[in-house]
Every structure is written in C-alpha cells, then in structure tokens.
C-alpha cells in the first residue's frame, strides 16, 4: 500500500457522497443568473503565462508565487489559470464581442494556486464568475450584488454572510492618494512588517489589506483613499448604496477594503462571513474599467466577481435545511436467469415511460436476502422485485423500503408504471 500514488497536496475529489450538495449549489446559480439574463462562456483552463502576467500584475501575491507556470514541450511559456477575469476578456477580446456591445457573461470551473493548502484554501480550487462589459453602471454594479443576495437567499445562507462596500475611485485619484499614503508609512518604518516594506515600494495600497495583528494600529491611522475621490467616483458610489437601500439589501461601508489591482476601478465589494475562520470571503468583486485598455481594447467597462465554491459549500453545510434527493428512486431485484433477461427489457420500458426516474438494476447477480441489502443501501424509496414465479406469472412485485403501511404488491408492468408515477416525486 506504500506504493499507492495520492492526489496533489491542496487538490480534492468530490466523492459520490459529496457530490448531490455541488449540484445543487451549481443547479441554483444557474437558476439565478438565467433570472437576470447572463449567458455561460466556457474557457481553456491553460493560458499563455503572458496573459496573467499583464492583467493581474507583476508584483501581486498570485504572479510572484502562486501560479503554476511551465513550459509546452515548444518552449511556450503556459500557466493553469489562477483566476477567470483574464481569460474572459482575452476571449472575447479575440473574437470581437466588445465593440458597441454590452455583455452578461458567466464560467465556472477550477483555478490554480500554488497556496499553503488549509481550511477553505486550496491549490485547485472552484469559482463561480460573472463578468459584464460595457456598462458604465452604477445600475450593473449594483445588479451584480442583487444576483448574490438573491443566491444566499435562495441557498439559505443570507443571515451567514454580510456585504462590504468601498469605492477605489479612478487611477489618477489613486496615485494622488497613493503618494500621501506612501508618505505617511514612511513616517512610521518602525511599525511595518517586511512584507509591508517590500510592498511600500511595489503596491503600497495592500499594505492596508494586510491580516498582521501587529499592524492594525498603523493601518488604522493611515489616510483614507474616500478623501481623495472625485465628484464623480463619489456620485458613482452613492447612487450604489442608494439602490441597495432601495431595494432592502444590507451594507457595510469598509473604507479599508482594497484590490491591490491597478485595474479596479470605482466599485469593491465582498461578500463576507464569520464562519469559516480567517478564510472569510465567499465572494469579491468590483469595476476594472482599465483592464481592457490593459490587455490591448479599446477604452470601455467592466464589471465583475467571483465566488469560490468551497467556502460556499462549507457555509452551505452549516445549515441542514437543505433536502438533497437520493441518487435512486427505484431499485430493481432480479433472481435468475430469465428474470435478469425479462428485468431489463422492463428497465427500458420503465424508463421510456417515466422520464426523470432514476432506476438502477441490480447486476452482478445475488440471493434476493443479499440484492434487498443493496437495495436498502442505494438510498432508493421503491423496489421492483422479479423472480421466476413474477415472470411465469407476466408480472412484476412491487415493495416499498421506506414506508411499512404499503404492502408489497404483484401487478403488471403497465400497472407498475402507473403505480410509480403516483408514488415517486420526481426531482
Ligand atoms: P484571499 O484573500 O482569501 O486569498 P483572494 O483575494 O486571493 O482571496 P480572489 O482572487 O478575489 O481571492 O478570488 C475570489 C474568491 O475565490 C475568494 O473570495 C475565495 O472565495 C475564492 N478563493 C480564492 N483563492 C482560493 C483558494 N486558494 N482556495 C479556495 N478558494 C479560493
Ligand atoms: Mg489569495
């Protein structure tokens, strides 16, 4: 057993046992973004490494020692994708969908990030995203966020996360605020870590993003980016929080809240909470208006997020209101030769007839004591039973594994039919 090869550190299975609560957190978000009108895209999960290189940045914590980057047996170099934002817009870059378009767009699927693996923290890992383009908002910005309030409702979870607001304002209001905040830090050398030292040079804004204990008093006293908006960012920004009061959603303004992306623009926001420890964003987002421009487009909008789906998930299981169905509903026994013949071809006819049934056949034969165990153990509600006697007879035995007030019955196949339409809620 020594031998056995394992899965990579921080890369999970789903198993069969886990899989029902995926699809149905996946099934829901389909639900709510078909409601809002977005369409799926689907991309490669490899890119040329030069593509997150200039749109996430150089000196980003995933572009210095996250990404898993190699090299194609041509000598090209390629990255797993850490993130979705890229490639969505590197595609519909290539295929011309931004010119005097707008665009509602969602993917989903794995990222890759060579992390310290740990609760709600892991190198393969699942996101939801939505991108839009070509709106210059704020209307799109706070659509967005009604999408999720809508998700955590339907999901059952909205009493477990919490909304964070700021604006970043524009580039240019940046780099003013930039400098004063760059200033004010080198006052206070003393008090920065090394990694905020390094950061003082390269992207001073994430100094603020920091989760040192130490460093919240320095952080707490810093200038604030809000001081430094323009009419418009400020316009921008309230008429967001105006819709959503608008509308009853929840906000906490966090001036704090920054993206170390010299892309974002205006709108940040996260979708907090206080369950899973310090892995306590479910879902981040904002305007990245200058990543178009950025990766070679003309000059035009952006909006988005993202949602990983294991911190989802690990919300979604501390609450048991959800009812997930069992893979089978009905199983089929079938002892002896010509009973195993006559079992499936009424299989087929059964499931020719009840579209949505999930009936599974026992195969690999067994005593009815053996194949009843199996039964009771596929989670199924109903069992058809055929032995020698029910075929010789032209009929099928039906039996109830949940409910002892229905007796066990023979009846036709017709009949059967007819018997598991009414009795079986279909999912
Ligand atoms: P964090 O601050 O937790 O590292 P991030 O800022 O790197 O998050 P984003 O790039 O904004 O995260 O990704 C959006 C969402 O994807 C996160 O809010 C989180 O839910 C999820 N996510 C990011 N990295 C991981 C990971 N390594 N494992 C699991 N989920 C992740
Ligand atoms: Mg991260």
Same mark, same amino acid.
């Given at each position: ?11 999970h ?10 699809? $149905? ?30 749109s ?11 990404? $898993? ?33 707008v ?26 995203g ?23 409702k ?29 200033? $004010? ?5 003393e ?139 009905? $199983? ?50 109903f ?17 109830s ?27």
């Amino acid at each position: 057993m020594a031998n056995n090869i394992q899965a990579i550190r921080g890369m999970h299975d789903v198993l069969p046992e886990q899989t029902p609560l995926w699809q $149905y957190a996946e099934r829901s978000l389909r639900e709510v973004l078909g409601a809002y009108g977005y369409s799926e895209i689907r991309l490669p999960i490899v890119e040329k490494t030069e593509l997150f290189k200039r749109s996430i940045g150089e000196v980003t914590d995933i572009v210095e020692k996250e990404m $898993y980057t190699f090299d194609d047996r041509n000598g090209d170099s390629l990255t797993l994708r850490p993130e979705g934002t890229a490639g969505c817009l590197r595609a519909c870059l290539e295929h011309g969908l931004l010119h005097n378009q707008v665009h509602r767009l969602w993917y989903y699927g794995p990222m890759y990030r060579h992390e310290r693996p740990q609760k709600g923290r892991y190198r393969q890992f699942f996101q939801l995203g939505v991108e839009t383009y070509g709106m210059a908002g704020p209307d799109i910005d706070a659509e967005l966020i009604l999408l999720m309030d809508r998700l955590w409702k339907k999901l059952g979870i909205r009493d477990k996360v919490r909304l964070q607001l700021n604006s970043l304002g524009t580039i240019a209001e940046r780099s003013v605020y930039r400098e004063s905040l760059v200033s $004010y830090f080198e006052g206070h050398l003393e008090q920065l870590d090394e990694d905020s030292l390094r950061r003082l040079k390269t992207n001073p804004l994430r100094i603020l993003d920091t989760k040192n204990p130490a460093m919240q008093e320095v952080v707490a006293s810093a200038p604030e980016l809000m001081a430094y908006l323009g009419e418009d960012s400020l316009a921008h920004f309230s008429a967001i929080m105006a819709t959503l009061d608008d509308l009853g959603v929840d906000y906490e303004v966090n001036l704090r809240l920054v993206r170390g992306l010299d892309y974002y623009s205006k709108t940040v926001f996260e979708w907090v909470t206080d369950e899973l420890g310090s892995q306590g964003t479910v879902c981040a987002g904002g305007r990245y208006d200058g990543l178009i421009e950025q990766l070679g487009g003309k000059p035009n909008h952006a909006v988005g997020f993202a949602m990983g789906m294991e911190r989802l998930l690990a919300l979604m299981e501390t609450q048991d209101t959800v009812q997930l169905a069992s893979p089978v509903d009905v $199983y089929m026994i079938r002892v002896g030769v010509v009973a195993e013949q006559q079992g499936l071809r009424d299989a087929e006819t059964i499931r020719d007839e009840i579209p949505g049934l999930k009936l599974q056949v026992n195969c690999g034969g067994g005593s009815f004591k053996s194949q009843f165990k199996k039964a009771d153990k596929s989670g199924a509600e109903f069992v058809i039973i055929l032995g020698e006697d029910e075929v010789s007879r032209g009929e099928v035995s039906v039996k109830s594994l949940r409910n002892n007030q229905l007796e066990q019955q023979n009846m036709s196949l017709p009949q059967a039919i007819e018997f598991l339409v009414a009795q079986v809620k279909l999912a």
